[in-house]
């Protein structure tokens, strides 16, 4: 990444996935004082696997805005999608973005519920937001709150999106792929899968005489 390039990473998805990572280090330390050594491979899994869950979902995905365009590394994968890719920037249910290639969505960035006002939101927040954050008559959706994930990382790709727009370079958008790049978390799905399987052994051998 160059120094022109932005990452969001929501605050509160890394204060969970670290709670958890501390909460199952701390069971796996008592199991191996506490416990025999089969419980230890038994549950200690469990515990693994869990912070693994919560490692994927809640750590690593991000949004990263660059010069190159926006990549939505997500659960399971990441997508680059190119500047005159981009069509038009969502935040109903989260950071979504339509492209030429079709429609994603960022996991780092979902919406607010439903209840989620503005009245949560200081007027003075509301004001200098990038202009295709507005609808009618100024108006801002509850996604679009820059105090939520998916309004903060939208502002984000909005501003760049906009000035690049302004200067012209979308004028005309040419596709040099007719897919867009997308990577395989080939990684994160072998470790989950090894433990997946192997805290099923370990529970079933639970029930074995």
Sequence with gaps: MDETTQVFRPTSGRWL???????AAFGLVSLVVEGEPAEVLRYGSVLVLVAALVWAAYWLPAVEVSAAGVTLRNVL?????PWPSIQRIDTRYALTLVTAYGTYSAWAAPAPGNRRSH??????ELRGLPET????????RPGDLPSSPSG???????RRW???????????PRLERPTPRT?????????????TVATVVALLAVHQP
């Design 133 to 140: 954050t507005y609808g009618a008559g100024g108006s801002v």
């Design 17 to 23: 996935a670290g709670t958890v990572a501390a909460l």
């Design 162 to 172: 906009e000035e690049l727009r302004d200067a012209g370079h979308l004028d005309d």
């Design 152 to 158: 903060a990382a939208a502002a984000i790709v909005r």
């Design 77 to 81: 994968r990441t997508v680059e999608l």
């Design 119 to 124: 009245r949560e939101t200081p007027a003075a």
């Design 183 to 195: 990577t395989w978390h080939r990684g994160t799905l072998t470790v989950l899968g090894v433990l």
